[in-house]
């Protein structure tokens, strides 16, 4: 066993290697991040081009479609949502203020909570009161914003646990080690693999415990991804990992659409959003109050109050809001009324 | 000498029936609580339930091995029961169910409305259920009797060498079958259970299904661990209360949870210490404390150590203590 467990950096900054200069700051980690052009991109940025930025616009070929789901918390509605629909092979993200709503909206589609009422179909087949394994197993797989690696699991056992399928898993199967023996070698060149890309893999025989917070994050995902998931839907995936890391991240992002899946992230990182993004959906106090391409939604009025109180016109999508002055002022501004 | 005897019976504690016994009671608890992360607090409920199982079917007149699959049947029904309503919500309530549940089957057997089957509070007589078993022995017959080092019993009989082996035949099955369960992906969702079910079941997989599995298969162990347990004495309800499950668990946390011969090494050690502070007492202390009093400080040892391992030894002998460091439950 490694002694280094205990360590608690991520030692991986300088191995990423478009990062010649370490960014100091996620924004500048922003600015080298191209969105890719590949086909997947383009044909994505062409789909939705068409598509008229209004709340609950059906989209040409929706993956996923949101009809009037309820969930109420108490006498508060945690989550209002009419009718939302998630274009296939695109990347989506869900944004909205702290107590939006977005994670409870997860935990409704992905069947870890139920909603009060509402219905929704992936690919067709209504996943209402589906349980939250049927739900994965089905295609559709998410991370959580508070991580949950499996401590006392070492990351690669993190990783082959995730793969489906294999017929070790079963429990008479499992006492013969010949029936799943090439199913587990198979999985571990796939899990290095995987692991390679978060720059995890040398933490392979760690436990998952002894990670960092971002290093968890990391590889929550690259778990996720060890399912194989038709649609991955991430909440939070930036939070707590370093700038450096969030570039390749948002490679990483770009890379699964243009393999053909379908993302929905939550993200409170505007620029990060609307570098990736092809589409945006905004939701503040459980319903959805906009959505639409990067660019535009960013301007939008609603979206902007929703953010920083009413009657700004300033582009959520501007640098200039990461200023701590310029923050600063618009609160003043804002108590003054 | 007196000090020589009191190390035999030490000795003989090793190796003793009971001891293997709990050493299987303790593999059944490992399987749920230190793979999955399940409380069953009613180990000796799935004890004492095997151990009715075997001496009534045997009574009436079930050959041994048929007696053997229904005290294992019992264990896996009893699960299946607790379990259903349980392994849905959060783990403490499988804790409160089992301990309820074990001592409703320990006042069913003392009841008098199945006295007919049971015994009532007396029980079930040793020689009433034994005879099969002990046919099955290939050693010589009594009286004929072997010496193993100081160690001397019968052959064939109730505290007899054959009992010691076929227990200890049986706990050595018994991790055997853990070790290929807890190596293999099967055991690996276990533990990804037994750190959160939440992220397990993200990733697709039925986890009440597996979380059902290990506590059929952990309340065999502890069905048939009770059969072990009467082989060499009677099937006495009041024997197998709580007391019996506080200590398989300190045989378990002994040892070490979630390691595959913790139970066993728990268990031998526990039985030896135990014995040698109750012979040391004895002698020791003699005119100044009772044999009773013996018995009473004895249980109180166990209940202190109990605590002393859960505060200073979590991972037990052979846990891993880095294992442990970032439990943060
Ligand atoms: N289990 C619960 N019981 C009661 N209220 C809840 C529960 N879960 C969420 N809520 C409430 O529902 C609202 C939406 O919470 P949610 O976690 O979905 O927000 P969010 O958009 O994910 O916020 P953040 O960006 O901070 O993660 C909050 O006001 C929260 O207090
Ligand atoms: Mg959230």
Not at chain 1, 136 to 145: E, I, K, P, S, Y
Not at chain 2, 115 to 133: M, R, V
């Amino acid at each position: 066993m490694p002694d280094e467990t205990t360590e608690n950096k991520v030692t991986e900054v300088s191995d990423v290697p478009e990062a010649t200069d370490v960014p100091e700051s996620t924004v500048e980690a922003l600015d080298t991040v191209e969105r890719s052009d590949t086909e997947a991109a383009k044909a994505a940025e062409h789909v939705l081009a068409a598509v008229e930025p209004t709340v609950g616009v059906s989209k040409p070929d929706p993956i996923l479609v949101v009809d009037d789901v309820q969930r109420r918390f108490g006498g508060m509605t945690a989550v209002d949502v009419d009718h939302l629909e998630v274009q296939r092979g695109v990347i989506t993200a869900l944004i909205g203020p702290n107590g939006a709503g977005k994670t409870t909206f997860f935990n409704l589609l992905t069947g870890f909570d139920k909603p009060n009422q509402g219905s929704w179909a992936f690919e067709g087949k209504p996943l209402g009161g589906v349980s939250a394994a049927k739900v994965a197993r089905n295609g559709m797989v998410r991370t959580f914003q508070l991580t949950k690696a499996l401590s006392r699991l070492t990351v690669l056992q993190n990783m082959l646990l995730a793969a489906m399928g294999n017929p070790g898993e079963n429990l008479f199967g499992s006492l013969v080690k010949p029936l799943w023996a090439g199913t587990e070698k198979k999985n571990t060149e796939k899990a290095l693999e995987i692991l390679a890309r978060f720059k995890l893999d040398a933490k392979k025989d760690d436990f998952a415990g002894s990670l960092s917070g971002g290093q968890r994050k990391l590889l929550e995902m690259a778990r996720a991804l060890m399912t194989d998931p038709t649609m991955i839907m991430l909440d939070e995936p930036m939070a707590g990992v370093n700038p450096a890391l969030v570039q390749s991240l948002l490679h990483h992002i770009q890379a699964l659409r243009d393999d053909g899946m379908t993302v929905l992230f939550v993200e409170h990182d505007m620029h990060a959003v609307r570098h990736i993004s092809d589409w945006v959906v905004v939701m503040a106090e459980g319903k959805i109050v906009a959505e639409g391409p990067p660019k535009s939604v960013m301007q939008d009025q609603a979206v902007v109050d929703a953010y920083l109180g009413a009657h700004h016109d300033t582009d959520l999508g501007d640098d200039s809001l990461l200023d701590p002055a310029v923050l600063a002022r618009l609160e003043a501004e804002e108590e003054k009324r | 000498m007196e000090l020589s005897r009191i190390l035999t019976q030490a000795l003989a504690e090793l190796i003793a029936p009971t001891t293997a016994a709990i050493a299987l009671a303790a593999i059944g608890l490992n399987l749920h609580f230190g793979f999955t992360g399940l409380l069953n607090m009613g180990q000796a409920g799935f004890m004492l339930l095997g151990a009715y199982g075997f001496g009534i079917a045997t009574i009436s007149g079930a050959p041994f091995w048929l007696a053997l699959l229904i005290s294992l049947a019992a264990g896996a029904l009893f699960a299946l029961i607790l379990g259903a309503p349980t392994l849905q919500l959060r783990g403490d309530y499988l804790a409160i169910v089992t301990i309820s549940a074990a001592e409703i089957i320990r006042m069913l057997g003392r009841a008098t409305v199945f006295q007919e089957y049971t015994g009532g509070a007396a029980g079930l007589t040793g020689g009433s259920f034994k005879s099969t078993f002990q046919e099955l022995s290939f050693l010589p017959a009594p009286p004929e009797r072997g010496a193993f080092g100081p160690l001397e019993y019968v052959f064939t009989g109730s505290d007899s060498w054959w009992t010691r082996l076929f227990a200890w035949a049986v706990v050595l099955i018994a991790v055997v079958f853990v070790w290929l369960l807890t190596r293999s992906p099967w055991g690996r969702v276990l533990k990804g259970i037994r750190e959160d079910e939440d992220a397990v079941r993200a990733l697709g997989k039925n986890v009440f299904s597996y979380k059902m599995q290990a506590l059929v298969l952990g309340g065999m162990c502890g069905s048939l661990a009770g059969m072990l347990y009467v082989l060499p004495r009677s099937v006495a309800p009041d024997a197998m209360g709580r007391s019996l499950t506080f200590f398989a668990w300190t045989v378990l946390l002994l040892g070490g949870a979630a390691t595959l011969f913790g139970p066993v090494l728990g268990s031998m050690l526990f039985y030896a210490v135990y014995m040698l502070l109750r012979a040391g007492m004895r002698e020791g202390l003699e005119g100044v404390v009772s044999a009773t009093m013996v018995e009473q400080i004895g249980g109180l040892l166990v209940g202190v150590t109990l605590m002393l391992l859960v505060i200073f030894r979590p991972q037990g002998i052979l846990g891993n203590k880095k294992e442990l460091a970032f439990d943060a439950r």
